[in-house]
């Protein structure tokens, strides 16, 4: 997966916007504003992805390509390196999480007008 497929995999979501909060250099995706995923625009070496704390725990031992959250709560976030085996199968994977993460965490009115965006979109 390159950073183009990157940003157009992770627009393709409903209700999902893309800024430079942190800087021109950095990519972020968010759902409700609410960050799920942010990368470097430059290299894209890597990727934060919100992650279950126990999930996050067992990718980071399971796989070599998943650390702790780089500046990021540990506990709840993984940086998962780009172009060191991680399939694109399962990046997407583990984006689909973070996206469901955060947006389960969204208040219902929210949750509910994204369904609805979504119905209207198929």
């Not at 968010?30 to 799920?36: A, E, L, P, R, S």
């Not at 994977?93 to 994204?114: F, G, N, W």
Request: hydrophobic fraction near 35%.
């Amino acid at each position: 997966m390159n950073i183009e497929d990157f940003r157009d995999y992770c627009l393709l979501k409903a209700g999902v916007t893309e800024e430079t909060p942190f800087g021109p250099e950095t990519l972020v995706f968010k759902v409700g504003g609410k960050v799920f995923a942010l990368t470097d625009i430059e290299t894209f070496a890597s990727i934060n992805l919100k992650c279950d704390p126990e999930r996050a725990q067992e990718l980071r031992e399971q796989h070599d390509y998943v650390l702790p959250g780089f500046h990021m709560n540990k506990k709840h976030w993984n940086t998962v390196l780009v172009g060191t085996g991680i399939s694109g199968r399962q990046l997407r994977e583990l984006i689909d999480h973070s996206y469901d993460l955060v947006r389960a965490s969204l208040p219902r009115k929210q949750r509910e007008e994204l369904a609805a965006a979504e119905q209207e979109g198929e």
